[in-house]
């Protein structure tokens, strides 16, 4: 079956040190694979997108990488701060039907 | 600035009741989304729509309907209210582009008692 998963658990992180989520996914040829932030009681806010054919993108204080022989991304926020405890989702775009295809987010905290 | 809105923010409504939740975007963006999150779920697609008088379904669509009468709004519509269907609901755009970036509302709680 066609899945994408990412740590359900809640992952707790010293601030200043850097935070890695994963996002995994079986069976699937994605185009293209987003992340974004969700904070309680908000919609999702898009953070950055990596083609199939890249593998690692930059923005500011977060680097994505996109492994498609794993099937995995890696979500990395150095130096992190309080401000950026929240709950991450990883979606992929699937060439098939050009939908999105939702992991059900990692909650992460930062602790001061 | 643009934005999306949905409305109401919150609902409470009985089994079997009619409910439309409202999405409406100033992006003048042609592709708009409506999702459901619950618990333990990652976002799950109800119906989208790439343009005016344009709808499709998604995968969990059975129980919701919409229309597209205008760029800007997509309504959601429960035709007849289940407890399943309580859940944050959640409405979307893009452009038209396929690998552009969603924009969200911030969702409407629905809760079917």
């Known amino acids: 079956s066609q899945k994408i998963e990412q740590n359900s658990e809640a992952l707790n992180i010293q601030e200043g040190k850097t935070a890695t989520l994963t996002c995994n996914y079986t069976?699937?040829?994605?185009?293209?694979l987003q992340w974004y932030r969700q904070d309680p009681g908000r919609g999702p806010v898009f953070l950055l997108l990596?083609?199939?054919n890249e593998k690692e993108k930059r923005k500011e204080r977060l680097k994505v990488t996109f492994d498609t022989t794993l099937k995995q991304s890696l979500f990395h926020i150095t130096a992190s701060q309080p401000a950026d405890s929240a709950t991450y989702l990883c979606?992929?775009?699937?060439?098939?039907?050009?939908?999105?295809?939702w992991g059900a987010g990692t909650k992460l905290i930062i602790k001061p | 600035d643009a934005e999306i809105t949905q409305s109401p923010r919150h609902k409470i409504t009985e089994t079997g009741r009619q409910v439309t939740l409202a999405c409406h975007q100033t992006?003048?963006?042609?592709?708009m989304f409506w999702y459901r999150q619950d618990l333990g779920h990652g976002l799950r697609l109800i119906h989208y729509?790439?343009?005016?008088?344009?709808?499709n379904k998604g995968e969990v669509s059975d129980g919701y309907s919409v229309s597209r009468s205008n760029t800007e709004d997509l309504p959601l519509t429960l035709e007849s209210a289940a407890s399943s269907q309580t859940s944050v609901y959640f409405c979307?755009?893009?452009?038209?582009?396929?690998?552009?970036?969603?924009?969200f509302g911030e969702g409407s709680r629905l809760t079917v008692l």
């Open positions: 979307a755009s893009r452009l038209d582009s396929n690998t552009g970036e969603l924009f």
């Open positions: 990596i083609r199939e």
């Open positions: 729509s790439y343009g005016v008088q344009d709808t």
């Open positions: 979606a992929l775009l699937l060439t098939s039907n050009y939908q999105l295809i």
């Open positions: 992006w003048n963006h042609n592709n």
């Open positions: 069976n699937y040829s994605p185009a293209y």
